[in-house]
């Protein structure tokens, strides 16, 4: 978004700027999401002079889009003085993730019929996989873990493997840490050694594996949705005799079609 041009001492472009047909209410409209993407990206908490800094914008306009915000219950203040995410931005956000697997189902009943498999779409939601869609194949359907609204620890899933892949390694070692990466199945990998080289075997051949980890006698091939604002995975999971190698040869290169469609589909839906 470029500066606004209504006055003197105007604000070089950046993140925070308006865009050119930005004027009025619009403006404050653009500036105001600004900031709360600011202060995302920030960890949820930052300071109103970092928060200027950040965004890009005069310290009075921060200050009163703020107040604003926080009046609102989207930024509350804390007892530091420094502003964070509020909780009203908690029933948006968990309204969005139902959507995400409205906005996919096409992309995965394309190639549900395809592959003639599941196919699931997860996403990361703090420590936990949490699965937002799914489309059973109409043909060599069966009842396995994987449901919507389900939720799973991501060491022992494809979905997580695919996320974590490329996850900053410090991060995934304290996420491991958290959770204690329990046994689900006796092929569940348990040490943060072990998962760390498999995400770096997911990052160099560009897909994960859940190889009855988390549930036996059932296989899952997985990757990420590119450049998603919530670490995404689609996957297509099945019973072991029918997901053999050369069935997760073949289902790669779709795959990686179908998430990057969703991505587009994403990026449409979000403007």
């Not at 999401?33 to 930052?46: K, P």
């Not at 296989?219 to 297509?236: E, G, K, N, T």
């Not at 779709?254 to 839906?269: D, F, I, K, S, Y």
Request: glycine share 10%; charged share 20%.
């Amino acid at each position: 978004m470029s500066a606004a041009t209504s006055g003197a001492g105007a604000p070089a472009a950046g993140p925070g700027s308006a865009g050119a047909k930005g004027t009025g209410g619009v403006q404050s409209l653009e500036r105001a999401f600004a900031i709360l993407e600011t202060m995302a990206d920030a960890g949820g908490v930052i300071s109103l002079s970092q928060l200027a800094n950040d965004a890009q914008l005069p310290l009075p306009t921060i200050h009163r889009l703020v107040r604003t915000l926080v009046d609102l219950g989207y930024v509350r203040q804390e007892a530091s003085r420094q502003y964070s995410l509020g909780p009203r931005l908690i029933r948006l956000g968990d309204t969005t993730s139902r959507m995400l697997g409205r906005w996919a189902r096409p992309h995965m009943e394309r190639l549900a019929h395809e592959l003639g498999e599941s196919v699931n779409l997860a996403m990361l939601d703090g420590d936990q996989i949490v699965y937002v869609g799914q489309v059973m194949a109409s043909r060599n359907s069966m009842r396995m873990f994987t449901e919507v609204g389900r939720r799973v620890l991501p060491h022992s899933t494809g979905v997580g493997k695919a996320i974590m892949a490329s996850m900053d390694r410090d991060e995934v070692l304290a996420l491991l840490d958290r959770t204690g990466m329990p046994a689900m199945t006796s092929h569940t990998i348990t040490t943060p050694g072990a998962f760390v080289a498999e995400l770096d075997r997911t990052l160099e051949r560009g897909y994960a594996l859940d190889e009855g980890e988390q549930e036996v006698g059932v296989r899952c091939v997985a990757v990420a949705v590119p450049d998603a604002p919530q670490p995404l995975a689609l996957s297509v999971s099945g019973p072991l005799p029918r997901m053999t190698d050369d069935f997760v040869a073949e289902a790669v290169e779709p795959l990686h079609q179908a998430a990057e469609a969703v991505a587009a589909q994403m990026r449409g839906a979000t403007g």
